[in-house]
């Protein structure tokens, strides 16, 4: 992972009032849909493939009770092979 957990919990805490509903954005291969889908959690979800049908972007939005289920939900994300989050 790229980014430190720590500064992100603690522009998370002061950011956002939990329980929030938080929006998850990640852009993923077309191949990697399903392994993405399958490790998020229950929640609305919108997509949008790209123009050369190579990528799908999802929108989760979810309602979270803290910091830390912002972050396992990157984490298990992040286990991905090839993703972006927004």
């Not at 009032?17 to 889908?37: N, R, S, W």
């Amino acid at each position: 992972m790229s980014w430190s957990i720590e500064g992100f919990r603690e522009k998370l805490e002061n950011e956002y009032t939990f329980p929030v509903v938080y929006i998850f954005k990640f852009i993923v291969p077309l191949d990697k849909q399903q392994e993405l889908e399958a490790v998020l959690p229950d929640g609305e979800r919108s997509y949008r493939q790209s123009k050369t049908n190579k990528y799908v972007s999802l929108t989760l939005k979810k309602r979270v009770e803290s910091s830390v289920e912002v972050i396992e939900v990157y984490k298990s994300a992040y286990e991905i092979e090839g993703i972006i989050a927004l």
